[in-house]
Nanobody, 126 residues
Framework: EVQLVESGGGLVQAGGSLRLSCAAS????????IGWFRQAPGKEREGVSY???????YYADSVKGRFTISSDNSENRVYLQMNSLKPEDTAVYYC????????????????????WGRGTQVTVSS
């Protein structure tokens, strides 16, 4: 059974930091890109960042310079370090896994991702 489990969310003041973790099981971890998405109330899901199997990295403009994605293949985990948090970062954050190859390019197209976690809430107070 494939599982992606997010953790590390919480309540933080503006300017603070959080580190999200995505623990993956049931997949060949190094064959997958892992993406982070977020969805705020009343807004559409937004792609935040991804790390590909060969460590290609992407950040949305809204988080560039503040968020850092990293991967620990020995533990099948991907981290999202979030610094200088802003109230507009408030959302449920989801990690998702995309099996690379098979004609799919790694991107922030949510429909290309094969597996999803249940999400972790991040709330940034002003």
């Amino acid at each position: 059974e494939v599982q992606l489990v997010e953790s590390g969310g919480g309540l933080v003041q503006a300017g603070g930091s959080l580190r999200l973790s995505c623990a993956a099981s049931g997949i060949t971890f190094d064959a997958y890109a892992i993406g982070w998405f977020r969805q705020a109330p009343g807004k559409e899901r937004e792609g935040v960042s991804y790390i590909s199997a060969d460590d290609g990295i992407y950040y949305a403009d809204s988080v560039k310079g503040r968020f850092t994605i990293s991967s620990d293949n020995s533990e099948n985990r991907v981290y999202l370090q979030m610094n200088s948090l802003k109230p507009e970062d408030t959302a449920v954050y989801y990690c998702a896994a995309l099996l690379e190859g098979w004609g799919k390019s790694v991107s922030m197209n949510a429909y290309d991702y094969d597996y999803w976690g249940r999400g972790t809430q991040v709330t940034v107070s002003s």
